[in-house]
C-alpha cells in the first residue's frame, strides 16, 4: 500500500511538471503566432491614394450603369485593367 502511494504521489508531481511546461510552452507560441500575426498585418497594409480611390469608384458606377442599362459586363481580365 505504502508503494502505491508513493508511486501516486510521484505521478501526481510529474503530472504537475508536465502540465506547467506545456503551459508554458503554449504561452511561447501563442506570444510568436501573436507576433508573426502583427508583422504581418503592418507589412500588408496597403495605401490607397486619392486617384486610386477615384478610379475605383468610377468603374463601380460604370458597372452599375451598365447594369441598369442592360447590358452584360464585361469579363473580368486583370491585365487590361489600368489603374494607375
Not at 508511486?7 to 508536465?18: C, I, K, M, P, Q
Not at 495605401?47 to 477615384?54: S, V
Not at 468603374?59 to 473580368?76: F, H, N, Y
Amino acid at each position: 500500500m505504502n508503494g502505491e502511494l508513493a508511486f501516486g504521489s510521484l505521478w501526481t508531481a510529474y503530472d504537475a511538471e508536465v502540465t506547467a511546461r506545456m503551459t508554458e510552452a503554449a504561452k511561447k507560441v501563442r506570444e510568436y503566432l501573436a507576433e508573426i500575426g502583427k508583422r504581418g498585418g503592418i507589412a500588408n497594409r496597403r495605401e490607397l491614394t486619392r486617384a486610386h480611390a477615384k478610379k475605383m469608384v468610377a468603374i463601380r458606377e460604370a458597372k452599375r450603369a451598365a447594369q441598369r442599362a442592360g447590358k452584360p459586363l464585361p469579363p473580368r481580365d486583370r491585365r487590361l485593367l489600368k489603374l494607375s
